[in-house]
């Protein structure tokens, strides 16, 4: 809560030879070649003609949008984005900059094996746009026994591949559940510092007192998992696909992949977490009320209960990226009808927090105001507590600027649409030479070949990076077949696509390039995923 180029402008409108084509275009007839059908929404092409130039640039791998924890991008202000659900974006997005491209650059010369290096390999999933998706966080430092530390609805998201994350621990509710091996560090620093409050408690246990210290760890992370399931129920329910859950070092993360459509709903997602943290804490409450208070298991259910009381608070305070931080934005959301309004005001309230948290936390401790006696604290004390009060100051602002920045990208994400940033493509058939294919493209100002059969039904794509590592002298004894790469149901999109609805068909069967069909099954041309991205990051520059 991230680029490559393509190799050249995505391809512009309609040109004449569609106004001249009668159905489907034949392989042979260079001036009916172009699977290009008329369209309304992108000017006529003014370079038809034009003399073809080199095209000096390729797909070049770079990494996914998603954002990483670092210093994050400031909002914009009070009256900065209007809306991070960006519904209809006219007219200035990274599609329409992209036509106005097209428009007067020439189509590039297929021939030429560009200066950059080569397009990266079909097989790779690293082509596309990460998709945007909200994290409800539980964070979960140190359990307190020293109170200082502390699509269809019922479904999962559709995906090409399982997310990873850690060790598979089970699929409640079809969700994949990870445990991060951060998680087994942490498991260890709460079984020592447990430990140590065990054997002041409960001397007579000796070493057992690991074994005890160790169960309290899991035990707790239990309970971070039912906060978590929260999240997931409430999510499903609304019809929010949820793409795993994640136990890591300071707690968990429920990866929810879809914006809530209200406001209530935003209110409804964010509090269940902590709502179920409190139950948890009253339950733990009860059952010691039916123990020895200086017994095991009275200090394992003293303990549970602080820590889920402890859980409850903290994800409670309004900032993001806590739960708290998204009911303030689903508040501030309500009252200014402004999703983007929201997300910046709790994620500068969120900032504040982690200033808050990083000199207030330290301070609390020393003056034992935190149920410590002051006269106790040693100087390790006093080191652990600064690092635990900065590690939890640095996930809170990040998170926040995190936020601001999914907002951001959703905001721009329908400026993404596959009919804008499709190239026109020319039907070939399996036999033809690579030389002559090529000649066809360029004179039709094509930037793709689609091999299809004696019947014109497509059948494969000829990989951009394949033309480029055919030495040209070798060309015309090289079958396009020999570098085709054959469609699958997933490689073949529609052209009315866009936003995320685009993205998720792309991740789902990650390549380089997919083929765009209308709904009548015609031929619209070929997208190439490097073009998707260059428009994507485009986009992400240009100001809300």
Same mark, same amino acid.
């Not at 036509?99 to 650059?105: K, M, T, V, Y």
């Not at 339950?283 to 123990?291: G, K, R």
């Not at 600064?386 to 100051?393: F, G, K, N, R, S």
């Given at each position: 809560m991230d680029e490559s180029g393509g190799s050249g402008q995505p391809r512009s409108g309609t040109d004449e030879a569609d106004e001249r084509r009668a159905g489907r275009p034949r392989p042979g007839d260079p001036a009916t070649s172009t699977a290009r059908p008329h369209s309304d929404e992108e000017p006529h092409d003014t370079d038809a003609q034009s003399t073809p130039e080199p095209e000096t640039d390729t797909a070049a791998a770079a990494g996914h949008p998603d954002p990483s924890p670092g210093a994050p991008e400031d909002p914009e202000g009070p009256e900065g984005p209007a809306d991070d659900q960006a519904a209809g974006a006219a007219g200035s997005g990274a599609a329409g900059a992209a036509g106005e491209e097209r428009a007067d650059a020439p189509p590039a010369d297929l021939r030429k094996a560009p200066t950059s290096p080569s397009a990266p390999d079909p097989r790779s999933d690293d082509h596309t746009p990460a998709h945007p998706h909200d994290v409800h966080r539980s964070e979960a430092h140190t359990p307190p026994a020293k109170p200082k530390s502390g699509r269809k609805r019922g479904s999962s998201s559709r995906r090409g591949k399982e997310p990873g994350g850690g060790l598979l621990m089970?699929?409640?509710?079809?969700?994949?559940?990870?445990?991060?091996?951060?998680?087994?560090?942490v498991a260890a620093l709460i079984t020592w +510092?447990?430990?140590?409050?065990?054997?002041? =408690?409960?001397?007579?246990?000796?070493?057992t007192r690991y074994l005890v210290s160790l169960f309290f760890a899991v035990a707790f992370y239990a309970s971070v998992l039912v906060h978590e399931l929260a999240h997931t129920v409430a999510a499903l329910r609304f019809g929010l696909p949820v793409r795993r859950i994640q136990l890591q070092f300071f707690g968990g993360v429920s990866e929810i992949e879809k914006e809530s459509e209200t406001p209530g709903r935003e209110f409804v997602l964010a509090f269940v977490g902590p709502l179920l943290s409190l139950i948890l804490g009253g339950l733990f409450y009860l059952a010691l009320q039916a123990v020895e208070p200086g017994t095991v298991p009275g200090v394992l259910l003293a303990g549970l209960m602080i820590s889920n009381l402890i859980v409850a608070a903290f994800n409670l305070l309004p900032g993001l990226p806590l739960d708290g931080g998204?009911?303030?934005?689903?508040? =501030?959301?309500?009252?200014?009808?402004?999703?983007?309004?929201?997300?910046?005001?709790a994620a500068w309230v969120g900032r504040?927090?982690?200033?808050?948290?990083?000199?207030?936390?330290?301070?609390?401790?020393?003056?034992?105001?935190l149920g410590t006696d002051a006269a106790d604290i040693g100087g390790m004390d006093t080191v652990m507590d600064a690092l635990l009060a900065a590690i939890l100051a640095a996930i809170i602002w990040t998170g926040a600027g995190n936020s601001l920045r999914m907002a951001r990208l959703r905001e721009h994400l329908p400026e993404l649409r596959a009919r804008a940033l499709t190239r026109r493509a020319v039907p070939v058939e399996t036999d033809t030479p690579l030389s002559e294919a090529l000649r066809r493209a360029n004179d039709a100002g094509a930037r793709a070949l689609v091999v299809v059969d004696p019947d014109g039904e497509p059948l494969s794509l000829v990989r951009e990076a394949?033309?480029?590592? +055919?030495?040209?002298?070798?060309?015309?004894?090289?079958?396009?077949s020999g570098l085709a790469q054959d469609l699958t149901d997933g490689m073949r999109v529609s052209a009315e696509l866009a936003g995320e609805d685009l993205l998720d068909a792309l991740r789902a069967a990650p390549a380089t390039e997919y083929l765009v069909v209308e709904d009548s099954g015609e031929i619209y041309g070929v997208l190439s995923a490097a073009d998707v991205e260059?428009?994507?990051?485009?986009?992400?520059?240009?100001?809300?």
């Amino acid at each position: 809560m991230d680029e490559s180029g393509g190799s050249g402008q995505p391809r512009s409108g309609t040109d004449e030879a569609d106004e001249r084509r009668a159905g489907r275009p034949r392989p042979g007839d260079p001036a009916t070649s172009t699977a290009r059908p008329h369209s309304d929404e992108e000017p006529h092409d003014t370079d038809a003609q034009s003399t073809p130039e080199p095209e000096t640039d390729t797909a070049a791998a770079a990494g996914h949008p998603d954002p990483s924890p670092g210093a994050p991008e400031d909002p914009e202000g009070p009256e900065g984005p209007a809306d991070d659900q960006a519904a209809g974006a006219a007219g200035s997005g990274a599609a329409g900059a992209a036509g106005e491209e097209r428009a007067d650059a020439p189509p590039a010369d297929l021939r030429k094996a560009p200066t950059s290096p080569s397009a990266p390999d079909p097989r790779s999933d690293d082509h596309t746009p990460a998709h945007p998706h909200d994290v409800h966080r539980s964070e979960a430092h140190t359990p307190p026994a020293k109170p200082k530390s502390g699509r269809k609805r019922g479904s999962s998201s559709r995906r090409g591949k399982e997310p990873g994350g850690g060790l598979l621990m089970g699929r409640p509710f079809g969700v994949p559940v990870y445990v991060a091996p951060s998680w087994f560090l942490v498991a260890a620093l709460i079984t020592w +510092v447990f430990g140590g409050q065990l054997d002041r =408690v409960l001397p007579e246990l000796g070493m057992t007192r690991y074994l005890v210290s160790l169960f309290f760890a899991v035990a707790f992370y239990a309970s971070v998992l039912v906060h978590e399931l929260a999240h997931t129920v409430a999510a499903l329910r609304f019809g929010l696909p949820v793409r795993r859950i994640q136990l890591q070092f300071f707690g968990g993360v429920s990866e929810i992949e879809k914006e809530s459509e209200t406001p209530g709903r935003e209110f409804v997602l964010a509090f269940v977490g902590p709502l179920l943290s409190l139950i948890l804490g009253g339950l733990f409450y009860l059952a010691l009320q039916a123990v020895e208070p200086g017994t095991v298991p009275g200090v394992l259910l003293a303990g549970l209960m602080i820590s889920n009381l402890i859980v409850a608070a903290f994800n409670l305070l309004p900032g993001l990226p806590l739960d708290g931080g998204r009911m303030l934005r689903a508040v =501030v959301w309500k009252i200014t009808g402004k999703p983007m309004s929201g997300t910046i005001a709790a994620a500068w309230v969120g900032r504040a927090l982690a200033i808050s948290v990083l000199v207030g936390l330290p301070l609390l401790t020393q003056s034992g105001a935190l149920g410590t006696d002051a006269a106790d604290i040693g100087g390790m004390d006093t080191v652990m507590d600064a690092l635990l009060a900065a590690i939890l100051a640095a996930i809170i602002w990040t998170g926040a600027g995190n936020s601001l920045r999914m907002a951001r990208l959703r905001e721009h994400l329908p400026e993404l649409r596959a009919r804008a940033l499709t190239r026109r493509a020319v039907p070939v058939e399996t036999d033809t030479p690579l030389s002559e294919a090529l000649r066809r493209a360029n004179d039709a100002g094509a930037r793709a070949l689609v091999v299809v059969d004696p019947d014109g039904e497509p059948l494969s794509l000829v990989r951009e990076a394949a033309i480029v590592g +055919v030495p040209e002298h070798r060309r015309p004894w090289v079958a396009v077949s020999g570098l085709a790469q054959d469609l699958t149901d997933g490689m073949r999109v529609s052209a009315e696509l866009a936003g995320e609805d685009l993205l998720d068909a792309l991740r789902a069967a990650p390549a380089t390039e997919y083929l765009v069909v209308e709904d009548s099954g015609e031929i619209y041309g070929v997208l190439s995923a490097a073009d998707v991205e260059k428009a994507f990051v485009k986009a992400m520059a240009r100001p809300s």
